[in-house]
């Protein structure tokens, strides 16, 4: 199963290595996917930006922070609902920044192709990269687990507005999205999958907002 399921990763994320590649880009900082989760300290720095702004002649200088989101501890009815919300939050840590990164390679990708002559040229670039993408994104997602993919396939939604499906044909075409969430389809997952923070990922959407606020 696990070995199904690092392809349909591959499919979740298809999009994101086609201009990854393309553009050669060389990250500097540790992939999410390498990065020691530690449940007791958070992803993401809490943000604290000074800055001033004028107001009626005057600068006055002001301090802007994350928001800061109070809820009621979880209950667990028994040991085994308390290990599935650690397991739930130990993931989102782990693919949230993945799908962050997700989302600013596709705003990048949209500009770039925009600044290509036409659709050939712009067929032909995909083209090119398709052909490197199992080799540079292939070992990042194994990294990852099934249920990590699911997971991410629902986050990627949250950040893009976008199913994963929307995405692979907006940059690669009706066919190789269908062909994909075909494949997705046969082992149990969903590349249209959507993001519901209001239904069923309600507890996820709590987790993520933590998570980026950086108190979890």
Known sequence: MLKYARSILLAACLFVAAVAVAQGNKRGHVKPEDMKVDMDNPT???MVKVSKTLYEGDSIQYVELNNIYVSEEPVFKNEKQRQAYNRLVYNVKKVLPIAKEVNKIIVETGA???TLPNEKARKEHMKRVEANLKEEY???MKKL?????KLLIKLVYRECDSSSYELIQAFMGPVKAG???AFAWAFG?????????????RLTERI????????L
């Open 44 to 46: 993401f720095v809490p």
């Open 145 to 149: 687990t099934y249920s990590q993919g």
């Open 189 to 201: 997952a969903s590349l249209m999958k959507k993001y519901d923070a209001q239904g069923v990922d």
């Open 112 to 114: 770039y192709l925009e």
């Open 138 to 140: 292939g070992p990042r």
């Open 179 to 181: 062909i994909w969430q």
């Open 208 to 215: 993520v907002l933590q998570v980026e606020a950086g108190q």
